[in-house]
């Protein structure tokens, strides 16, 4: 009786585990290999542009993981996505300056406290010219731009919080004019008229200056954010870095000192970082937005939208 319990209980295993088997082949490998997504692999970013999870880092610490799921900035449509070869490991990127033969980028490196700028040729950026423009104390750069016949940086100390702002030779990269600013400047463009306009690190003040240097006027200003780069686009000042919300593209009346209107900047680089918190420019008609270290960077590029005209996202006191 025992021996035929037992012969009817391993007929029976047998029977479930084939069972079991039939089931396994009839479903697929791609269901039984499914797995739920972790947090960390749920949040990493897609190229701007594309709907995806805000990064993990920004749902604990910044306001934008409450802004709607979307990438890319407001008004415009990507269009590029690549890394720039650079000769200088691990230094920030801070100021970009696209022209119709070169990127200009400008970097610092705080472990050696130097300031620098690279030109590349468009064509095949692995090829270009590198120059220290700043050292210690005055080493921490903010901004590049193009004026009329140079480029601009400003080079801030921290420790002595004032700002050299730099005229940049574009062929040679050596500095043709230079003063000094009791302010921490993190960004400076040059008007059509040869006037310079900056701003402080905390935002509350803007500045005109003379091409001479001289101070024409300071004023309050209530921007709350930092700027990390500008470009001059019909008249205005296009000025890109981030307020409490996230990132942001304002759009400044150099004439009255005033903000005209502020486009709201979803998109992020591989490493959570906003698209407007590196260097910045805008040529024939397109955004260029480099981002990240020297050695891990990117740049965006995006146009405007066909429905939308550039009067209206880039207004101009001069109309």
């Given at each position: 009786m025992?021996?035929?319990?037992?012969?009817?209980?391993?007929?029976?295993?047998?029977?479930?585990?084939?069972?079991?088997?039939?089931?396994?082949?009839?479903?697929?490998?791609?269901?039984?290999?499914?797995?739920?997504?972790?947090?960390?692999?749920?949040?990493?970013?897609?190229?701007?542009?594309?709907?995806?999870?805000?990064?993990?880092?920004?749902?604990?610490?910044?306001?934008?993981?409450?802004?709607?799921?979307?990438?890319?900035?407001?008004?415009?449509?990507?269009?590029?996505?690549?890394?720039?070869?650079?000769?200088?490991?691990?230094?920030?990127?801070?100021?970009?300056?696209?022209?119709?033969?070169?990127?200009?980028?400008?970097?610092?490196?705080?472990?050696?406290?130097?300031?620098?700028?690279?030109?590349?040729?468009r064509t095949q950026p692995g090829k270009g010219q590198l120059r220290v423009i700043s050292q210690g104390p005055f080493f921490e750069v903010g901004s590049l731009v193009k004026g009329r016949q140079a480029l601009w940086t400003a080079v801030a100390s921290s420790e002595k919080s004032q700002t050299l702002l730099l005229m940049i030779d574009p062929v040679y990269l050596g500095t043709l004019r230079s003063f000094l600013v009791n302010d921490y400047i993190t960004a400076v463009a040059e008007t059509e008229d040869g006037h310079l306009y900056g701003f402080n690190d905390r935002l509350t003040a803007i500045y005109e200056w003379a091409p001479t240097g001289e101070e024409i006027r300071r004023k309050p200003f209530a921007g709350g954010g930092y700027y990390y780069d500008i470009a001059v686009v019909r008249g205005s000042l296009v000025c890109a870095g981030v307020d409490p919300q996230g990132g942001v593209l304002d759009v400044i009346d150099p004439g009255t000192l005033t903000l005209l209107v502020r486009h709201r900047c979803l998109g992020f680089s591989k490493d959570g970082q906003p698209l407007t918190t590196g260097g910045f420019d805008v040529q024939d008609g397109t955004f260029y937005f480099l981002v990240g270290l020297s050695n891990a960077n990117e740049l965006f590029s995006f146009g405007l939208k066909k429905d939308i005209p550039w009067p209206a996202y880039i207004p101009s006191a001069r109309e």
């Open positions: 025992k021996k035929s319990c037992l012969v009817q209980l391993i007929l029976f295993g047998v029977l479930v585990v084939a069972l079991a088997m039939g089931i396994k082949r009839f479903l697929g490998p791609k269901f039984s290999s499914l797995k739920m997504a972790t947090p960390e692999k749920a949040a990493v970013s897609a190229q701007a542009g594309d709907a995806h999870p805000v990064p993990a880092e920004k749902q604990r610490s910044s306001p934008t993981a409450t802004l709607p799921v979307q990438r890319g900035i407001e008004g415009l449509v990507p269009q590029l996505r690549l890394s720039l070869p650079l000769p200088w490991p691990g230094a920030r990127i801070q100021g970009l300056v696209v022209s119709e033969k070169y990127y200009y980028v400008a970097a610092q490196d705080g472990a050696q406290q130097k300031a620098f700028i690279y030109r590349m040729l």
